[in-house]
């Protein structure tokens, strides 16, 4: 089957560094997406990781291990718009087509 | 370059009614996907086209819901008869091809009473 573990909330202060993780059992992975979601608004685009190892972009950087089936999301310089969900999603290949399952999402909350 | 259009915004309606939600993707987007999100989790696919063809309908509660792309650009989701159960967030999102990455509508927001 399909499973994709992460916190339901988390807390951080501003200006602070907070990593949020994502584990995953697939039969067929084929990359894993992060994704912000402001309450109200719909997903957006974040990272994108197909191969293990770091990915960064600006303050968010990604990073992914496929034996371990782990990826996690590091957010540096937290500021306060970044309060939001950060889904994670895993691209799954196992229906002969690719397929994105999301997590129920973690929920953070940055203070000051 | 336009993002994926929704509408309505918002619904309000009884149970065993009926709606329908209208998605128009980016230009150029072959793959389209609606989702349902329930408050508090993620997004779960109920379909997904490419062109005008169905990919995946695995999830769509059939007996109720409906969905076409009859032109494979724009696309309608329809629930008929609506459960208190589908009170839920519709997302639509398009991408170039399946398996890239996914572009969100602002979703319509269903409140069935």
Not at chain 1, 54 to 75: D, H, M, P, Q, T
Not at chain 1, 93 to 102: A, D, E, M, Q, V
Not at chain 2, 24 to 45: C, D, E, F, V
Not at chain 2, 102 to 113: A, H, N
């Amino acid at each position: 089957g399909q499973n994709i573990d992460q916190p339901t909330e988390m807390t951080a202060t501003e200006g602070a560094i907070v990593q949020i993780n994502c584990t995953y059992q697939t039969s067929g992975f084929n990359g894993l997406f992060w994704y912000q979601q402001h309450a109200g608004e719909a997903p957006t685009f974040l990272s994108y990781n197909v191969l293990d190892g770091l990915e960064e972009k600006g303050r968010f950087s990604s990073f992914l291990s496929r034996s371990k089936g782990y990826s996690y999301l590091l957010l540096k310089e937290l500021q306060m718009k970044d309060s939001a969900s950060y889904l994670c999603a895993v691209r799954d290949i196992s229906g002969g087509y690719n397929k994105l399952i999301f997590g129920a999402g973690t929920r953070l909350a940055v203070h000051p | 370059e336009a993002g994926v259009a929704q509408s309505p915004r918002y619904k309000i309606i009884e149970k065993r009614q009926s709606v329908a939600f209208w998605c128009n993707p980016i230009s150029g987007h072959a793959t389209l996907y609606w989702y349902q999100q329930i408050l508090g989790q993620g997004p779960k696919l109920l379909i997904q086209f490419q062109n005008n063809g169905v990919v995946d309908d695995s999830q769509l509660p059939k007996d109720r819901f409906s969905a076409e792309r009859l032109k494979g650009v724009d696309s309608t989701l329809k629930i008929q008869p609506a459960k208190l159960e589908d009170s839920a967030v519709y997302l639509c999102a398009s991408s170039r091809g399946t398996g890239e990455t996914q572009y969100f509508g602002p979703g319509t927001r269903l409140l069935v009473l």
